[in-house]
């Protein structure tokens, strides 16, 4: 293997003996102002084949083993927090609609969700309060963290298994907006269609 | 779609979760099962997906009577009930009436839409269980992915460099020094001209002109502005007691004008 | 870069997550068994240029940063902050009286004075403590470094202008009329304002 250059090196070493995931901002900080992409993607290029590999996750870099080893290096102390069906439940929703608030958490689920439940996602540092809906009321509301990102192994939110599907499904819109276009009542529901769009299309910029 | 609907994703991961019902096949094990369930819409939908097809396409009617009588034979076997099973159960009974006797054109939403709408809410709580399944069985930090056991960890030392130049320093010195040092007023000597030699001044020039004069003119001639100051201020006030006596008139055309100043005769 | 074999690859991923430094027996264990010795010889071979390297320290191995990029693991970063009003007149004050302890300092001044003052100056390199005054108490007397004299350009402290000509440079001016002056109020102090831009030239010139 030839010697890689000096800057490589350095974002190599720099992401080797960092305890945290840290963005492409953070580490050219780090090593002084350099332009750190072009060394990325050759690391990631360089690794993508070995027993450790360099992913992004949220915009954030870290090195990891690979997947496939998972068999050999599986603990016998689990680390991995044991989450409840109904706390599954809840991340899922919070990740594939956020923001969301809790009102419309428990419209989906169709059973109250108890303060605890997002409390522990929270505490995970998977899912966190991103601000409050300007509706009646203004309920907070959820989204999820880069720590849920890197957690899962997904590099940003389009990644989510089966997104793309449910969104052409039109399974991630209301009930409300699905009734309206299946009853195809004019004029009944277009408002709420049209911002339910306009908010979809905020998360997707998210 | 039918790869999410069809997913038996439900019970492949279920280790993940706690208290879950096992979806059991056989009904003697399903009664038993009910604090599993998270509220009524998850024993419908555990219900709709043991008929077998896309939610899309499933029964209602089939489906009311599976619930109606799941609860009906929970309570034959005097397990406790939670109240919204029970206002479900009596909503979906409604709702079967309606679907089976004949339409009523007033009825506002339509048993219909009432169909329809729990369909669509069983269809949106099954892709997200779908999608809660598929979301743990990703390779995951910390189970199937490992960070660095002993990063060296990066430190950021920071370090103030502190600027300050010599004037800063003097001039800083300076000001300790002016502010603490003991504070003496001095109360300096003013040339002034005092009350009693204007209003001789004035009344003696008023003695020997008869026309009206304007008050600087009856100032002394002097160099220091602030004897002229003075002398000013002296004269008008001399003017308006020669004024009060009777022995002079004064007038001003305007504002800020010239102040004129004239005797009279005794 | 070729995929290396499932046991160089496996040996790898071992060592990255290791906490600890591992035996080759240790490894082999871990594996199952296997032969590792020449895993980690090819592996050692890999990362000899890169930014991290394999070593064997007491039979026992683990990666570590490449010992030339070792500065990247303990970066400085330097600030340049300018000192504050109260830390210059501290700093002049110990400059003209010293040795001086912490009560006289507050007896010029005429203002208490925050410990953290003194420890600014102390960090900078300006101030340090040179003793205790023989009184009561015994309080700590402060005095300058030869470092503050190389900073402000002085070869000693007999530099600093006496009392005089503070005076005659209208630095002993209330800080009122200097503001005046330096506002330009008019009628106040017009010849003053005239002297002290004077002053101030002259002082810029030293």
Known sequence: ?206 | MSELDDSPALTLFEDEWQGVATAPQDDAALYLELDGWEGPLDLLLDLARRQKVDLRRISILELVDQYLTYIERAEALRLELAADYLVMAAWLAYLKSALLLPRDEQADPSPEELALRLQLRLQRLAAMRDAAARLLARDRLGRDTFLRGAPEGLRVDRKNNWQCDWFALVQAYGQVKARTAPVVHMVRDRMVMTLDSALSRVSSMLGVNLDWMELRDFLPPHADPRLKRSALASSFVAALELARLGKAELQQEQTFGPLLLRGIKA
């Open chain 1, 1 to 206: 293997m030839t010697r890689p250059d000096d800057l490589v090196r350095a974002v190599e070493a720099t992401l080797f003996a960092a305890t945290e995931p840290m963005s492409a901002e953070a580490i050219s900080t780090h090593l002084g102002g350099a332009d750190v992409k072009a060394a990325l993607a050759q690391l990631q290029a360089t690794y993508s084949e070995r027993g450790v590999q360099l992913v992004e996750r949220g915009r954030r870099w870290h090195f990891q083993t690979a997947p496939d080893l998972a068999h050999l290096l599986r603990r016998e102390r689990e680390e991995v927090r044991r989450l409840s069906r109904a706390a599954t439940e809840v991340l899922a929703i919070v990740a594939y609609h956020e923001p969301v608030s809790r009102a419309e958490i428990e419209s989906i689920r169709g059973v109250q969700t108890a303060k605890g439940t997002l409390d522990v996602l929270m505490e995970a540092g998977w899912v966190r309060i991103v601000g409050r809906r300007d509706v009646p009321g203004r309920p907070v509301i959820y989204a999820t963290t880069p720590e849920f990102l890197t957690h899962f192994g997904l590099s940003s939110r389009r990644d989510l298994p089966g997104i793309d599907e449910l969104r052409a499904a039109g399974l991630l819109d209301p009930v409300e907006d699905a009734l309206a276009a299946a009853m195809d009542v004019p004029g009944q529901a277009e408002g709420e269609a049209e911002s339910a769009a306009t908010e979809s299309d905020e998360a997707e910029h998210d």
